[in-house]
């Protein structure tokens, strides 16, 4: 089971998604974090989601490569965190819906990489990360 902890991202990453939760918030936004770090086994096996199994492909990132699995002195310390805004307590899946734009926004504006923009190499919605980097 992968982490939603604040505390399994990166040192430099822990007050920043703090920031972002609480700025969402006070835009209207209710996030939800729904990874922050994955273990290599936990990452192979959404890499072989629609490749080698069956599912839609929901990642790029061979074990080892995604932001999720990123390690500092033996800890987990993730480099990005993945969420999703909830309407009525459900996921927002769409998207157009307003909601992302505001977390795209309050994630650029603390110096965060968000997958949803316009120029990513490819485009994730619910990723933020420290950096484009891994
Ligand atoms: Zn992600």
């Not at 273990?39 to 990642?59: F, M, N």
């Not at 995604?66 to 500092?72: E, G, P």
């Not at 993945?82 to 977390?103: E, I, N, S, Y």
Request: hydrophobic share 40%.
């Amino acid at each position: 089971m992968a982490s939603r902890a604040i505390s399994d991202l990166h040192p430099q990453l822990q007050p920043l998604a703090e920031t972002f939760l609480r700025r969402c918030r006070d835009h209207g936004v209710d996030p939800l974090i729904v990874c922050t770090w994955r273990s290599a086994a936990e990452q192979d096996a959404l890499y072989q989601q629609g490749r080698d199994k069956p599912g839609l492909i929901v990642t790029y990132a061979r074990p080892g490569e995604s932001a999720h699995n990123a390690m500092l002195y033996g800890s987990p310390a993730a480099r990005a965190f993945d969420v999703v805004p909830l309407v009525g307590g459900k996921p927002v899946c769409d998207a157009d819906h307003p909601h992302w734009q505001t977390m795209g926004r309050i994630a650029l504006g603390l110096g965060l990489y968000w997958h949803g923009q316009l120029d990513a190499p490819y485009r994730e919605f619910p990723h933020f990360q420290l950096s484009l980097e891994p």
